[in-house]
């Protein structure tokens, strides 16, 4: 289950994918919000498709927003 610590979505890297750390954990590769909607539902939180990934608070997006996926 997700904490209150920030989901931490990293800078795209050369293949454009982002590292997506849930409560200390890296649990993969993102490559659009779709994905990191679905790291979030297997955290526990699953009704939450890629609006609530664009909205949310416990996400901190690094170098760049959710929509930023070139490296």
Request: aromatic share 8%; charged share 25%.
């Amino acid at each position: 289950m997700v904490s209150a610590t920030p989901v931490v979505i990293y800078p795209p890297d050369e293949s454009g994918g982002r590292r997506v750390r849930i409560d200390g954990s890296i649990l993969g590769l993102a490559y659009s919000t779709q994905d990191v909607a679905r790291f979030m539902q297997e955290a526990g939180l699953q009704e939450w498709d890629e609006m609530d990934v664009v909205r949310s608070a416990l996400i901190e997006w690094r170098g760049g927003g959710p929509d930023d996926w070139a490296h």
